[in-house]
């Protein structure tokens, strides 16, 4: 049984940094991408990053240079670092575990708020 268990969001200031984690269980894939999502309230989920089993990553345009997502060795965890993080990034991040043919697998979320 696939279990995705994030950590790490809060309220920083405009300018600062996060870290969140993404503690991974009971992946049953050999292929498979996992990454972070955000939602913010109105507004639709969207990827902010991804990174495959072999390590391709990609970022959407409005968080590349600031964000870098990151894996352990064994695959148990994802992590995200967010640095210079703005009110834009103010969301509801998920993380996620998708292979194709499957459906995607989510976590329950951290709330992120950034503001003075």
């Known amino acids: 049984q696939v279990q995705l268990v994030e950590s790490g969001g809060g309220l920083v200031q405009p300018g600062g940094s996060l870290r969140l984690s993404c503690a991974a269980s009971?992946?049953?894939?050999?292929?498979?991408?996992m990454g972070w999502y955000r939602q913010a309230p109105g507004k639709e989920r969207e990827s902010v990053a991804t990174?495959?089993?072999?390590?391709?990553?990609n970022y959407a345009d409005s968080v590349k240079g600031r964000f870098t997502i990151s894996k352990d060795g064994a695959w148990s965890a994802v992590y995200l670092q967010m640095n210079s993080l703005k009110p834009e990034d103010t969301a509801v991040y998920y993380c996620?575990?998708?292979?194709?043919?499957?459906?995607?697998?989510w976590g329950q979320g951290t709330q992120v708020t950034v503001s003075s």
């Open positions: 996620s575990l998708k292979s194709l043919g499957f459906p995607f697998y």
């Open positions: 009971g992946n049953p894939f050999s292929i498979y991408t």
């Open positions: 990174i495959t089993e072999s390590g391709i990553t």
